[in-house]
């Protein structure tokens, strides 16, 4: 019987090489913030500010905001 593949190469390790995935397939536009778990878009207009927040159990697990500030 065939062994089935996995994605994820060790779950120890499975957010930081989602977010360097992200960081790679993004080409410049974001980066990491820190040490912390967190990105950063690179270039935000002026006057606008956004917002990614991360979480939940179900497919919905990402939820993005953008605001003018005034």
């Given at each position: 019987?065939?062994?089935?593949?996995?994605?994820i190469n060790d779950p120890r390790n499975v957010v930081n090489e989602l977010l360097e995935g992200l960081i790679e397939a993004c080409h410049g536009r974001?980066?990491?913030?820190?040490?912390?778990?967190?990105?950063?878009?690179?270039?935000?207009?002026?006057?606008?500010?956004?917002?990614?927040i991360g979480g939940g159990a179900d497919m919905n697990r990402s939820f993005t905001a953008s605001s003018e500030i005034a």
């Open positions: 019987m065939k062994h089935a593949k996995k994605i974001i980066r990491p913030l820190g040490h912390v778990q967190a990105l950063v878009k690179t270039d935000i207009p002026k006057g606008k500010v956004g917002l990614l």
